[in-house]
């Protein structure tokens, strides 16, 4: 099937034409769906139809192309009165089959393809396709070729610049116009040209324009409004016929020259000096060669300048880059493609002119100097400013800062000027960038190369100054915290100093505890965590020096709100009755202006209060009257709102209230309602100036309220309550320490100040309060202080410390704390700490210096006839200044809650540190024992966060050493220590400490036999798999349980003779004997598994190898994973191991849940696979029994039970009979005893009780003869030697797997079925 297309011009009609040639179809383009028909629609003047004619035979394809070619047919029609009419047929592309449904096309000569893909080749010629087209075309292949000027002859004609070179001798009269040689020649060449050109298509004229040398070269113009390529080569061809032969015309030096077909661009548009301009030039025509002129100079390849020619099918491109260019390159570029062929020669020239444009910066900001840190640096901005010599949208700007892109101001364009604003911000202040300078750099940019850039410096300036921020606005509410930041940019400054202004007063704030101050960035913060009205007033922080002071203010009113505990409730704890009215009382001190909004809440319930003046007091009272009855004991939320003018508030202690029935109510004096056994809280009764902290407590009994226990604090110590908790939160607190100290002092010394539980705890608050204010260590201020320690704790006062006890009080953990915080916020004088001691206490520090070149070590020795040493090695590396504070104590340790069985029988010692603890901190102390007749000492520390915030004494990061008298603890943490003694050295466990030292060493010698019985008999009981692997199991179980025993027996030796000296042989020990007993009980777990898959299992065989590698991982690997990953958790913190012992710690860290765990697991396990054993050895025998029957049942369980139960590891299942019965000695000698014989256990039922090694040993003595013939007598007897028939557990088991009756063996191999029962059953033998 051979398509081509042809093209049909029509003259206007409206027609459907059909059309057959030889049976061949005709189809349109426009009506492919309808075939042979074709449908035109009117045109203006004339339209083109295209046609394509599929030929099955492609003989007849150049009949039918010559037919229409050489045949114009004229056909019209008359339809509808419209006339129709073809005027001309034209085959325009030929499409020769290639393939199944794919053409290549090939236009015809005179015409091209739009695609430009399209070659002007034969039908005969062999080159590769134009382009390929899916077969059916669904649009027009091939197009005449293009016009030179309008194909439709209406536009302006154009010029045809043409040159043809005759073979002469150029004559200089051919450049005059006037001689009669340039005449004649102008006049014979035109009348040739005339004659040869008419038949162009729009042809007009054709003027000879000159003569150049070079032969003679003849430059003339044709002017037409059409013509084509085709139509200029034929009219050339005339011109020799028409011309002189004398002329000497060489028919291929003809040469077109088209000015207006080349589509010449440069990019970018504006173009400035250091750009990289692109010239490119494109022509839809095929040339050879492409050439580019600047100001009529020929452009070569150049370090500047870059060539690149592309010749495609029906494209031709050109492109030349420029790089760097200058104006020097301004010009006209000219861009000629030339194709040269036999007859003519073809140029495409074109030609622009390129304006480069210079750039250069024309104004620009002067150099300016910035103060920097001014409080008013935001309020005013510096512009910095460039502008261009030149605007063009295409160039943008850009800014950087010491040639770094990353600046952090604002920049904006405005048309050729760019501006920017600087971010002036303090960090431009720091003294490295002060005075130095900074440069701006304002650069423009075309995006293509070109740029220009002009520096503007700038340098930085500071005033000292001093700014204060707050984090209120100016009014914060008593009971609140506030805090002030105080920045200067002082660079040379002693310190700052913080003062409040009241009126004509200014105290300086002496609080270290609430003034935070960095000197490397200037900054001191003060933070009041609780304002009172000390607080109110005007700020000043000074930054000052010797020659000058910087200062800034700050005024915070603080607003008056009652503080929690200072709102009076009554009462504090009660109980109501429903719809019964009870008064509900809240009390403050009358000393405030302040107008509180207060509300009652109950629940839900909010209640509006109105106040009343009782006294010094502002009192405000509610009649509450329930209405809805609730459940008994029913509790609800009440409390007290205070609201203040700028809207805060405070809820006083909620008061704890609940319903009662009317049936339950005892008490009911004074309306104040209770059931029997009921109790009644209200506060301390009221006093003219204050009222008493504490309460009283009644109980109803026998119908009436009476006293249970008073809690008021004696008027003298609630003063001091009072004032210490006010001094706490003073900005005097510092300076006014000193005097409350004594004060404190000298209360305390008189007896009847402190004569109740209530005044001793108040006090011991008071200390406690105090203890957070930083004191200067003069000698004065440490004696106050700890003198009234010895005040609360001496003998006349126990009895109050035992009744504190007994209500579970904080009180006295809460006095070894402020013992200890006070020590720790000693501030040296003078760089010293003074030697202080009491009665009861010694106080003694050191200040590290820059160059430490000693220890820190203090001797105690000057209370309660006792002594202690505390030593810091200088090995341990403490910061320059940081201070060391120690305190011996000798009665606070008698006065705390005592642990079970055991007393402090030393000092208790305090260090405190002002640094933090360094890595690798070690503090040795050595404490004299108290007691002589008490034993087994423990190193503890006191922990305040334990037993409910009361404080327990705990053993855990010491190891103690003891000598003679005395017990050193090496600790790496600082808290208060002392050692703990109990009455009688604990003997409980002696008989099973005999036990276990008596059976170890049996259970050595015996496992070592038992290694040396399998090593000797291990080639002839290792016949089959299971046999393989049942002694594969034995024997490292044995290897395990050995290692472990000697490693126990080793570590308790060292135990005994060193004391726990080396700490680092207890915890080697304590990991081998973790892990080896580990090895052992997992492979009793692989023995046990190897018993489970044999019996169940039945007819599953698996490779030797498979069950090694998996003994062997669950043996080990488990073991080394579990012993690896508890060191590594625990061994950081010191709780690897007990502190009394080499073995894993289980009060602190439960390490020994590691071992626990996994050993129980492995009990319970074999548990349930022993049991699977019986139940198999019991199921044949269901049913109707002899006795003799049910006595060999009876023994085989036995012997499995006895076999099962050391190589199991059965026996450490008593070991949780130990831990839930502690106390019951039985249980710890049975576990000791079952344990310790394990290795004999494994011996005898393991190995000795095994006939095959028994026989196996016979026989490699020659002890036997039968044991001899018995060999020689079977064939199986290397494979199933104690499985056959005879042996009546064997027997059993072939009975549980379905076998009955005996074997008759008659080969030396058994069969599956056999095999896996025999194996089953060597396990247990």
């Known amino acids: 099937m051979l398509p081509y297309t042809t093209g049909l011009r029509l003259r206007p009609v409206h027609t459907i034409c059909s059309d057959k040639l030889g049976g061949e179809s005709v189809h349109s383009e426009q009506q492919r769906q309808k075939p042979n028909v074709l449908l035109f629609y009117l045109p203006p003047l004339e339209y083109t139809v295209d046609i394509e004619i599929i030929l099955t035979n492609p003989d007849l394809f150049s009949l039918v192309a010559q037919y229409y070619k050489c045949h114009n047919l004229q056909i019209s029609a008359n339809i509808s009165d419209v006339e129709?009419?073809?005027?001309?047929?034209?085959?325009?592309?030929?499409?020769?089959?290639?393939?199944?449904?794919?053409?290549?096309?090939?236009?015809?000569?005179?015409?091209?393809?739009?695609?430009?893909?399209?070659?002007?080749?034969?039908?005969?010629?062999?080159?590769?396709?134009?382009?390929?087209?899916?077969?059916?075309?669904?649009?027009?292949?091939?197009?005449?070729?293009?016009?030179?000027?309008?194909?439709?002859?209406?536009?302006?004609?154009?010029?045809?610049?043409?040159?043809?070179t005759?073979?002469?001798?150029?004559?200089?009269?051919?450049?005059?116009?006037?001689?009669?040689?340039?005449?004649?020649?102008?006049?014979?060449?035109?009348?040739?040209?005339?004659?040869?050109?008419?038949?162009?298509?729009?042809?007009?004229?054709?003027?000879?324009?000159?003569?150049?040398?070079?032969?003679?070269?003849?430059?003339?113009?044709?002017?037409?409004?059409?013509?084509?390529?085709?139509?200029?080569?034929?009219?050339?061809?005339?011109?020799?016929?028409?011309?002189?032969?004398?002329?000497?015309?060489?028919?291929?030096?003809?040469?077109?020259?088209?000015t207006n077909q080349t589509n010449f661009t440069v990019s970018p548009v504006?173009?400035?000096?250091?750009?990289?301009?692109?010239?490119?030039?494109?022509?839809?025509?095929?040339?050879?060669?492409?050439?580019?002129?600047?100001?009529?100079?020929?452009?070569?390849?150049?370090?500047?300048?870059?060539?690149?020619?592309?010749?495609?099918t029906g494209i031709s491109r050109s492109t030349l880059k420029i790089t760097n260019i200058t104006t020097e390159d301004s010009g006209s570029y000219t861009c000629v493609f030339s194709n040269i062929s036999d007859h003519y020669k073809l140029i495409y020239k074109d030609m622009q002119d390129i304006p480069v444009s210079s750039l250069s910066i024309i104004s620009y900001s002067d150099?300016?100097?910035?103060?920097?840190?001014?409080?008013?640096?935001?309020?005013?901005?510096?512009?910095?400013?460039?502008?261009?010599?030149?605007?063009?949208?295409?160039?943008?700007?850009?800014?950087?800062?010491?040639?770094?892109?990353?600046?952090?101001g604002v920049p904006t364009d405005k048309k050729n000027c760019t501006e920017y604003e600087l971010n002036i911000t303090e960090s431009l202040c720091v003294a490295e960038k002060l005075s130095t300078v900074t440069t701006y750099t304002c650069e423009f940019l075309s995006g293509h190369g070109a740029r220009t850039s002009q520096n503007i410096r700038v340098t930085y300036l500071r005033t000292d100054y001093v700014r204060i921020s707050s984090s209120v606005n100016t009014s914060v509410s008593e009971g609140k915290g506030f805090n002030l930041t105080c920045k200067g940019n002082v660079s040379d400054y002693d310190s700052i100093i913080w003062e409040i202004q009241s009126g004509d007063k200014i105290?300086?704030?002496?609080?270290?505890?609430?003034?935070?101050?960095?000197?490397?960035?200037?900054?001191?913060?003060?933070?009041?965590?609780?304002?009172?009205?000390?607080?109110?007033?005007?700020?000043?922080?000074?930054?000052?020096?010797?020659?000058?002071?910087?200062?800034?203010?700050?005024?915070?009113?603080?607003?008056?709100?009652?503080?929690?505990?200072?709102?009076?409730?009554?009462?504090?704890?009660?109980?109501?009755?429903?719809?019964?009215?009870?008064?509900?009382?809240?009390?403050?001190?009358?000393?405030?202006?302040?107008?509180?909004?207060?509300?009652?809440?109950?629940?839900?319930?909010?209640?509006?209060?109105?106040?009343?003046?009782?006294?010094n007091f502002l009192c405000y009272s509610y009649d509450y009257n329930e209405t809805e009855c609730r459940k008994w004991e029913e509790s609800l939320k009440v409390y007290y709102r205070f609201v203040n003018s700028v809207e805060q508030e405070v809820e006083s202690e909620n008061i704890e209230l609940r319903w009662i029935p009317e049936s339950k109510i005892s008490c009911s004096e004074n309306d104040v309602f209770g059931a029997e056994e009921d109790t009644l809280i209200k506060p301390c009764p009221l006093l003219n100036n204050t009222f008493i902290r504490g309460t009283e407590i009644y109980k109803c009994n026998e119908k009436s309220w009476k006293p249970k226990r008073n809690n008021c604090v004696s008027e003298q110590i609630n003063?001091?309550?009072?004032?210490?908790?006010?001094?706490?939160?003073?900005?005097?607190?510092?300076?006014?320490?000193?005097?409350?100290?004594?004060?404190?002092?000298?209360?305390?010394?008189?007896?009847?100040?402190?004569?109740?539980?209530?005044?001793?705890?108040?006090?011991?608050?008071?200390?406690?309060?105090?203890s957070a204010i930083p004191a200067d260590a003069s000698k004065s201020t440490i004696e106050a202080f700890l003198s009234t320690v010895d005040n609360i704790v001496n003998g006349s006062k126990m009895e109050f410390w035992a009744e504190l006890n007994k209500r579970n009080a904080p009180s006295s953990s809460l006095l070894l704390n402020s013992v200890e915080r006070f020590s720790e916020n000693l501030q040296p004088v003078n760089n010293t700490f003074p030697h202080v001691s009491t009665k009861t206490l010694e106080l003694q520090g050191m200040v590290v210096t820059e160059n430490r070149h000693a220890d820190y070590n203090k001797d105690f020795n000057q209370v309660g006839n006792l002594s202690a040493n505390v030593l810091i090695e200088k090995s341990v590396t403490l910061p320059p200044n940081s201070t060391i504070v120690s305190v011996a104590c000798s009665a606070i340790g008698q006065i705390l809650p005592k642990n079970d069985n055991v007393y402090v029988n030393s000092l208790v010692v305090i260090t405190t540190m002002s640094c933090k603890r360094p890595q690798n901190f070690y503090i040795n102390m050595t404490f004299q024992k108290a007691n002589l007749s008490l034993n087994t000492p423990k190193c503890v520390f006191w922990n305040f966060s334990l037993n409910e915030n009361r404080g327990k004494w705990v053993d855990y990061g010491c190891i103690p050493t003891e000598e003679k008298g005395n017990v050193t603890c090496s600790c790496n943490h600082l808290t208060p220590f002392s050692i703990l003694m109990s009455l009688v050295k604990p003997s409980d466990n002696l008989p099973a400490d005999y036990i276990t030292h008596i059976g170890l060493a049996i259970s050595i010698v015996s496992l070592m036999v038992c290694i040396i019985i399998e090593s000797l008999v291990w080639k002839n009981v290792t016949n089959n798999t299971t046999s393989y692997m049942r002694h594969v199991c034995i024997f490292n179980i044995a290897t395990s349980l050995l290692v472990a025993d000697i490693c126990f027996i080793v570590n308790t030796y060292t135990n005994d003779q060193n004391a726990k000296k080396k700490r680092e042989i207890c915890i080697a020990a304590t990991f081998f004997i973790h892990l080896f007993y580990l090895c052992g009980l997992f492979w009793m777990l692989s023995l046990g598994l190897i018993l489970f898959?044999?019996?169940?299992?039945?007819?599953?065989?698996?490779?030797?190898?498979?069950?090694?590698?998996?003994?062997?991982?669950?043996?080990?690997?488990?073991?080394?994973?579990?012993?690896?990953?508890?060191?590594?958790?625990?061994?950081?913190?010191?709780?690897?191991?007990?502190?009394?012992?080499?073995?894993?710690?289980?009060?602190?860290?439960?390490?020994?849940?590691?071992?626990?765990?996994?050993?129980?697991?492995?009990?319970?396990?074999?548990?349930?696979?022993?049991?699977?054993?019986?139940?198999?050895?019991?199921?044949?025998?269901?049913?109707?029994?002899?006795?003799?029957?049910?006595?060999?049942?009876?023994?085989?369980?036995?012997?499995?039970?006895?076999?099962?139960?050391?190589?199991?590891?059965?026996?450490w299942g008593f070991g949780l009979a130990t831990i839930i019965e502690n106390d019951q000695k039985a249980f710890h000698i049975v576990f000791s005893l079952l344990n310790a014989l394990q290795g004999l256990f494994i011996l005898v039922f393991g190995t000795l009780w095994d006939k095959k090694i028994t026989e196996a040993l016979l026989k490699r003595n020659s002890l036997s003869r039968w044991s001899s013939q018995q060999t020689k007598s079977t064939s199986l007897i290397l494979v199933t030697p104690m499985f056959s028939m005879a042996y009546p557990l064997s027997r059993t088991f072939n009975n549980l797997c379905g076998k009955t009756g005996k074997y008759t063996v008659s080969s030396s191999e058994p069969s599956s079925s056999s095999e896996n029962t025999s194996k089953s059953y060597s396990l247990l033998n």
């Open 84 to 164: 129709m009419s073809i005027s001309s047929i034209n085959v325009t592309a030929v499409c020769p089959p290639s393939g199944e449904n794919v053409s290549c096309c090939y236009c015809e000569d005179g015409l091209y393809n739009d695609s430009k893909a399209c070659p002007p080749v034969s039908l005969s010629s062999k080159t590769s396709c134009g382009y390929i087209k899916d077969m059916p075309f669904y649009r027009i292949h091939c197009e005449p070729e293009p016009y030179i000027g309008d194909p439709h002859r209406t536009g302006d004609p154009v010029d045809i610049h043409m040159s043809v």
């Open 719 to 770: 003063n001091l309550l009072i004032r210490a908790e006010s001094l706490v939160n003073s900005p005097v607190a510092k300076t006014d320490l000193p005097i409350f100290l004594q004060q404190l002092l000298n209360e305390t010394e008189l007896q009847q100040n402190v004569n109740s539980s209530a005044d001793l705890a108040a006090v011991v608050n008071i200390l406690y309060n105090i």
């Open 270 to 312: 504006d173009i400035f000096e250091g750009d990289t301009v692109t010239l490119m030039c494109e022509i839809n025509a095929e040339s050879g060669s492409a050439t580019w002129y600047h100001s009529n100079q020929t452009i070569s390849d150049s370090s500047r300048h870059s060539l690149e020619t592309k010749f495609t």
């Open 507 to 615: 105290q300086r704030v002496e609080c270290a505890s609430c003034i935070r101050t960095d000197k490397s960035i200037a900054t001191s913060v003060l933070s009041v965590n609780l304002a009172t009205q000390d607080w109110n007033g005007t700020y000043i922080c000074t930054f000052s020096n010797k020659s000058s002071n910087t200062s800034a203010n700050v005024t915070i009113n603080v607003i008056p709100l009652p503080l929690k505990q200072n709102i009076w409730l009554d009462p504090i704890k009660t109980s109501i009755k429903c719809k019964t009215p009870q008064r509900f009382n809240c009390c403050i001190s009358a000393n405030t202006v302040e107008d509180y909004n207060v509300t009652f809440v109950v629940g839900e319930k909010e209640f509006q209060l109105g106040k009343k003046e009782h006294g």
């Open 1093 to 1211: 898959y044999r019996l169940v299992f039945i007819f599953h065989n698996t490779s030797k190898t498979i069950q090694k590698v998996v003994a062997f991982c669950l043996g080990y690997g488990c073991p080394f994973v579990f012993a690896v990953i508890t060191i590594a958790v625990t061994l950081p913190q010191n709780n690897y191991t007990k502190k009394d012992g080499c073995w894993l710690n289980w009060n602190d860290s439960k390490a020994a849940l590691a071992f626990i765990i996994p050993a129980l697991a492995i009990v319970a396990m074999n548990l349930f696979i022993t049991g699977v054993v019986i139940i198999k050895i019991l199921r044949p025998n269901i049913g109707d029994k002899t006795n003799k029957q049910e006595r060999k049942t009876l023994f085989q369980i036995g012997k499995s039970l006895a076999i099962l139960t050391p190589l199991l590891g059965l026996t």
């Open 367 to 408: 150099d300016t100097k910035i103060t920097c840190n001014g409080p008013d640096i935001q309020a005013t901005s510096t512009l910095l400013f460039c502008c261009l010599n030149i605007y063009s949208p295409s160039i943008r700007s850009d800014w950087k800062l010491n040639g770094s892109s990353a600046v952090a």
């Open 166 to 258: 005759l073979d002469q001798v150029f004559s200089d009269n051919l450049r005059n116009s006037s001689s009669e040689l340039y005449k004649t020649y102008k006049d014979d060449l035109e009348k040739a040209f005339l004659q040869s050109y008419t038949c162009l298509s729009g042809f007009l004229s054709v003027t000879v324009t000159g003569f150049r040398p070079g032969s003679v070269s003849v430059n003339y113009e044709v002017k037409a409004r059409a013509a084509t390529f085709s139509d200029i080569h034929n009219s050339n061809k005339l011109v020799p016929k028409f011309l002189d032969p004398l002329y000497h015309l060489i028919p291929s030096s003809f040469t077109t020259e088209i």
